[in-house]
């Protein structure tokens, strides 16, 4: 799109009531205008000052086509080094923005349609931020039936309402019998007074002001409450046991609980209210609704003495036009409200996991002997090559009923020599501990050197499976063994892997199913379209999965891609691309620079280096050999072009210096403690070392290798305030954690970070464990206990803190119940 029409604006959109169709036809391009690109500068400056030009270049290539891993590598220049994050969360804004554009434009429209379009409503819609404030505006436009208030306006009784108001001296009933008309349905004076209160009642409901203004004060000092709903079964009320007589601040309310509440509502087991204090607390009740509807009074110019003729009448309008009209109107915008920041929160903490997850160090070019544990139907086992390639499976019965132990020892020890395995990946399934153990005893079966066991998440390898994929690539294996195929690949590179996966299936999310799927699909999808771009991809060996996710590239050229190799072999140079079906001059630009070929014809196609610098390069490269000089000691100003600035010239000496640097971490695993393969064996005051599984607003669960992971609230992190699980603790990182209480019975496990906090004195573990808005016992989420997973590992961080106060085991095991819907 041209720089002109991002900066055009609608300002002239309304002139005498009326849009022309030229105005309505710049809907989609005022939607980039200059107010947009202003907010988005303000809304990406929250970590460092984005000026509004970088917004506009941004939208520019992302109008023209460009990607957000490409523009955020190769064109820093442009967007004066907007980072990756900063793209998705413009490219997300925008999308927004522009429906808000759009919406704004049907309104405009339909208002002058009607012919009802004034200059100051115009202004006002014009400045409306969001879309509730939009809605609020187009209210009263609204096609809609009749109202009450439509029809006593038609009677001739909003003389009679206006009296009522400017003059409370004014007998109502005396009033309203002059008013009286029976044909339109006003035949006694409780119909003329309650049709004058309609009137009234309306005219409060459709005050932008004022509605504006007492919704954000609702938000700020009301309440939401939680009680058992009629009906509700003893097994929903033992799952929202923590939410039973519940309150809490509706501007307070952490993502996990409003999430768990919503659902605990759909499941028939809670009513929630929102109200504008306590709901248990009559009197505090009363000032607070009085408040409101003294704050109605004085936007109508009330001022009437309690004992004027008029008085109760107006107290009752005054009162259901608050009650009816504005609180009901509110409890569903902020409800909303409430919904749509959990659901944000929601999806960044499933992005931010997967993130870790897809980017976990890979054991890399190793033969992995894969194990997907199982008992009665045995566990499936599958050798893959250096290059993943299955190339022997078996099925072997270890564990109960048949106890071929020693049996299954020997079969695995022989393909582990047959093939030179010098991995064995165990998925963390049911019988993964019992199947880890007799890993154990297969490495000291072959002399315990060369070899070693890795527990692996096996999330989703039941999905991958049964997958179309799956039959492609394995067509001739039993669905049954393609799953422990799966496991050995995730442990050779789990980015390769996982991509085939749906990453909702991929086990780290927070109340996934909660949240609106279109926006979950697009925040998964762009992590592992940063991710695999991050890590660069192999276009001579790499599946069709993994090539979809490729800058400009997707399923098709994808296909087309591993044809085209299938066909004439593997490509020599990145320029032999181009010779791929549909694979043009602009996707070209976009994957090029992502897409590998090692050994071939030009060593830069090995790098990051895109195509369009290879001169830029070799001339960098020239230079330093010319002037006796290593890369990093050239300075990069005395190379600046029009087309590179210094950071693209940083990028290029840096690839050069590594090339093909695998950004991910070294490979490393948790030593699980021996002995311990239950959570009956798990015991207060253990040291042990567990893996990082998934990390919620609310704490961070690690697997321990017990079929149980075990949670570190977020309060036993650090000695010092930690209000975000992350800034300690990631994905698949390895940590090591005591045990401060041990709960076999609701199977929950109680962690710290800090080795030297005290264990809870007998007895005290389940007091004071509720959330601190409510003043009742209990707390957190409930939903389904963590299943045991297993994330990859990224790093060998172990995070680890000093002695403070000892951890809250109570409120850690409540929140535990919070869970992290599957």
């Keep these: 799109m041209p720089t002109e029409s991002i900066i055009r604006r609608s300002d002239a959109m309304m002139h005498n009531g009326s849009v022309t169709s030229e105005q309505k036809n710049t809907a989609k391009d005022s939607a980039t205008g200059q107010h947009i690109i202003a907010q988005l500068a303000r809304e990406l400056s929250s970590e460092s000052a984005v000026a509004p030009w970088q917004i506009k270049a941004a939208i520019e290539l992302l109008d023209s086509g460009s990607t957000v891993p490409f523009i955020a590598r190769y064109r820093k220049e442009v967007t004066g080094m907007l980072s990756d994050s900063q793209l998705r969360l413009l490219e997300e804004r925008l999308r927004y923005l522009r429906e808000l554009e759009d919406r704004r434009a049907a309104v405009l429209e339909a208002i002058a349609e009607a012919g009802k379009l004034t200059d100051q409503l115009a202004q006002a819609i014009r400045a409306a931020s969001t879309k509730a404030e939009l809605e609020d505006l187009y209210l009263p436009f609204k096609s809609k039936r009749r109202t009450k208030a439509q029809i006593a306006r038609e009677a001739g009784l909003e003389p009679l309402a206006d009296l009522l108001l400017s003059d409370p001296s004014t007998d109502p009933v005396q009033a309203a019998a002059g008013y009286l008309n029976p044909e339109a349905g006003f035949a006694t004076d409780a119909d003329v007074l309650s049709g004058a209160r309609s009137i009234v009642t309306e005219r409060v409901s459709q005050d932008v002001v004022l509605a504006g203004e007492l919704r954000e004060r609702l938000w700020k000092t009301g309440k939401i409450g939680a009680s058992v709903a009629a009906g509700a079964t003893a097994e929903g009320q033992g799952k929202y046991s923590d939410y039973l007589d ?13 999430l768990a509440l ?33 704050s109605i009074a004085a936007s109508l110019g009330l001022n009437v003495p309690s004992d004027a003729p008029a008085a109760k009448w107006i107290a009752q309008t005054v009162r259901l036009a608050w009650k009816a009209r504005l609180l009901t109107r509110f409890e569903s915008d902020l409800r909303s409200r409430l919904f749509e920041a959990a659901e944000d929160e929601s999806v960044k903490i499933f992005a931010a996991n997967l993130r870790d997850v897809l980017l976990a160090a890979p054991a890399g070019n190793k033969a992995v002997l894969g194990l997907d544990p199982g008992l009665r139907t045995g566990v499936k086992v599958a050798v893959v090559d250096l290059t993943g390639k299955s190339v022997e499976t078996a099925t072997i019965y270890p564990h109960a009923p048949a106890n071929k132990w020693n049996e299954s020892i020997a079969v695995l020890a022989n393909l582990a020599k047959k093939h030179g395995t010098t991995l064995i990946a165990v998925g963390n399934g049911t019988a993964g501990r019992e199947t880890d153990r007799l890993a154990a005893e297969v490495i000291k079966a072959l002399g315990g050197e060369g070899i070693s066991k890795v527990i692996v998440s096996e999330a989703g390898a039941s999905v991958y499976s049964a997958s179309e994929l799956a039959s492609q690539e394995l067509p001739d294996m039993d669905v049954s063994l393609r799953g422990a195929v799966s496991i050995a690949r995730r442990l050779q590179d789990p980015l ?9 299936s991929i086990g780290v999310g927070q109340y996934q199913h909660d949240v609106t799927a279109s926006k979950l699909d697009r ?22 999965s993994l090539l979809a996710r490729v800058a400009g590239v997707g399923p098709l050229l994808s296909r087309n891609i591993v044809d085209h190799r299938n066909a004439n072999g593997p490509f020599a140079t990145r320029k032999d691309l181009l010779k791929v079906p549909r694979l043009g001059a602009k996707a070209f630009e976009q994957c090029a620079g992502f897409l590998r070929i090692t050994g071939g014809k030009e060593k830069l196609d090995a790098s990051s280096v895109h195509p369009e610098a290879y001169a830029l390069a070799k001339t960098l490269q020239a230079s330093a050999e010319a002037q006796g000089r290593r890369l990093e000691e050239l300075n990069p100003q005395d190379f600046a072009t029009e087309q590179f600035g210094e950071p693209t010239i ?17 490979f490393v695993t948790a030593t699980l403690k021996e002995g311990v393969e239950t959570i009956k064996d798990v015991k207060p005051g253990m040291i042990m070392e567990g893996t990082v599984s998934n990390v919620a607003a609310f704490g961070a669960f690690v697997d321990l290798g017990v079929h149980q992971d075990g949670l570190i609230h977020v309060s036993a992190m650090s000695n010092k305030f930690i209000s975000d699980p992350r800034e300690v603790v990631s994905s698949g990182q390895i940590v090591k954690v005591k045990v401060l209480d041990v709960d076999v019975v609701r199977k929950r496990i109680s962690l710290t970070l800090r080795l030297d906090d005290e264990l809870p004195v007998a007895g005290e573990a389940g007091k004071n464990s509720g959330p601190r808005e409510r003043k009742g016992p209990g707390a957190g989420g409930s939903a389904r206990p963590s299943q045991n997973r297993n994330g990859q590992n990224r790093n060998a961080r172990s995070a680890q803190g000093k002695p403070a106060a000892p951890g809250n085991t109570a409120m850690a095991e409540a929140l535990r119940r919070a869970g992290l819907g599957k």
């Design 262 to 294: 919503l659902r605990g509502e759909r499941e028939g087991v809670l009513n929630l209210q929102l109200a504008e204090a306590d709901p248990r607390d009559e009197q505090a009740l009363a000032d607070a609704r009085g408040n409101y509807e003294n």
């Design 496 to 504: 390769a892997e996982l991509v085939k996966i749906d990453p909702k």
């Design 246 to 258: 519940y309150v809490a601040d509706l501007d307070r309310l952490p993502s996990h609980r409003v």
């Design 523 to 544: 925040a998964l999808d762009a992590v592992v379209e940063d991710c695999v771009n991050a890590v660069g991809v192999d276009v001579n060996t790499a599946s069709p």
């Design 650 to 666: 940083r990028d290029v000496i840096a690839e050069l210096r590594r090339p093909a640097r695998d950004p991910r971490g070294e």
